[in-house]
Structures are given as C-alpha cells and as structure tokens.
C-alpha cells in the first residue's frame, strides 16, 4: 500500500472504493456514533468519501483512510477537513477521527491525530486547526488536550441546536 505519509503504527491515505463497505460498517454502529445525531446510511458513506476524495484531489489533505501498518488493516479515519456551517470561528480547517471499535483503547487515534496535525501544519502550512466536540464527549477532549490544543470556547454548534445532549460543543485550537 502507499501512503501519503505514516506514523509509528498508522498508514494515511486517500479513500478507495473498498473502504466505502467498512466505513458504512462504522457509521451505523451505534456505539461509534454515539455523540452524532444518528449513525448514517450506506448512501450518506458514499457521499462523505466522495466530498474526501474531492478535497483531497482539491486541498492536499481530508479525513484520511487510516491503516494499521503492521496488517495494512483499515481501521477508520483520522485527518483535517473544511468546515463551513455558521459559526464566528468558520470557515475553518478542524481535525477528526472516527475508529471502528475494535481499534479503540490503543492510542491509535491520538496518536493519529498528533501526526495529521504535524502534516497540517508544517508540510501543508496551515496556520490554524480547530477541533470540535459535543461536550460530553470527554474521549474526544482528552485526545484534543493531548496532542496539544488549547480550549478556546463553548458554542452552540447549528447542526445541534435542537439536541440537548450533544449541545453544546467545546471549541479547541492548535496554531502553527
């Protein structure tokens, strides 16, 4: 497999058609998309690695298909991303992940994360990263804290407005 770049364990790349199946996988496990509205259809999947593959081929960088190096395993995504929804911090570039379940609890998305932002910000130039989070989403701010983002806000994400649970959302930073 070739890789845009890697880190100790991970593999990063752009999408193919046959990661679209696993990350339909995730996307309607429950457990995975705990702090979303809801999981998501096989429709929307191919949707979303439609909009990556673009950005990519567009921008240098999207939520990366992420493998496991030893096994060349997929196991989800981890990368940066243009988000435009209406907040006084948009248009940005923020920083995500979504692992499937079985490669949780070992670093991988931290570990992920850290090297996506390093890529980010020196290889690509980037002067600003975001990342954003419901609030009870205390896996998420953990990771965020640990590869070096510094809370700046709570907001009201728009897409949540409605959804007590998942709003609001905490706003962190990572400057080049």
Same mark, same amino acid.
């Given at each position: ?14 999408w193919? *058609?046959?990661?679209?199946p696993?990350?339909a ?5 429950p457990? +995975? %998309? ?14 979303? +690695?439609?909009? %990556? ?7 240098g ?5 992420? $493998?496991?190096?030893d ?10 991303? $243009? ?8 248009p940005?570039? $923020? ?5 499937k ?16 932002m390093?890529?980010?910000?020196t ?18 701010? !953990?990771? %965020?804290?640990?590869?070096?983002? +510094? ?5 009201? !994400?728009?897409?949540?407005? *409605? ?7 905490i ?6």
């Amino acid at each position: 497999m070739e890789y845009l770049f890697t880190s100790e364990r991970l593999g990063f790349r752009n999408w193919q *058609e046959a990661d679209i199946p696993m990350l339909a996988e995730v996307n309607a496990d429950p457990v +995975v %998309m705990e702090f979303f509205p809801s999981i998501q259809g096989f429709q929307q999947t191919v949707d979303f +690695v439609r909009r %990556m593959q673009k950005q990519f081929a567009e921008k240098g960088y999207c939520y990366f298909a992420v $493998d496991k190096l030893d096994r060349e395993e997929w196991i989800g995504f981890i990368g940066l991303s $243009d988000q435009d929804y209406k907040a006084d911090f948009t248009p940005c570039i $923020d920083i995500g992940w979504r692992l499937k379940q079985s490669a949780w609890h070992n670093g991988f998305a931290t570990e992920g994360a850290k090297r996506c932002m390093e890529y980010g910000l020196t290889n690509l130039g980037l002067l600003k990263v975001f990342a954003v989070a419901p609030k009870i989403n205390a896996r998420s701010e !953990h990771i %965020m804290k640990s590869i070096g983002m +510094v809370k700046v806000s709570e907001f009201d !994400h728009p897409a949540l407005r *409605e959804d007590t649970r998942l709003n609001p959302c905490i706003l962190y930073l990572k400057e080049g």
